[in-house]
């Protein structure tokens, strides 16, 4: 017998590379962890993100780009947050946002 509960993820920027790519693509620091509170309050369990440059839109894996989100999160939610793998020497740095 099944419970028939599940959990709901939610990729927060999907595969979309960059803004011109859709209008909806979340990009600013801002934009993602607004979506990602969204998706929270609507039901998600799990946020998976990738933070942007806001000047661009394309991915960056700093630190600095996923702070802000993550900060942000954490302080209005208890959405379990999904990162992307960072390149293996940045760990170490990841270990002081988180």
Known sequence: M???????????TGAIHTPS??????VTAEE???????????????VHLHARNPEDGRPDQSPEA??????RIKQESDVVINLT??????????EVVI
Request: charged letters at 15%; one cysteine or more.
């Open 2 to 12: 099944t419970s028939g509960k599940v959990i709901i993820s939610c990729a927060i």
């Open 21 to 26: 790519m859709s209008p909806f693509l979340p």
């Open 32 to 46: 993602i962890a607004d979506s990602a509170l969204r998706a929270a309050e609507a039901g998600a369990a799990i």
């Open 66 to 71: 996923f702070e802000p989100i993550l900060r």
């Open 85 to 94: 793998v960072p390149r293996q020497h940045q760990w170490h740095r990841f």
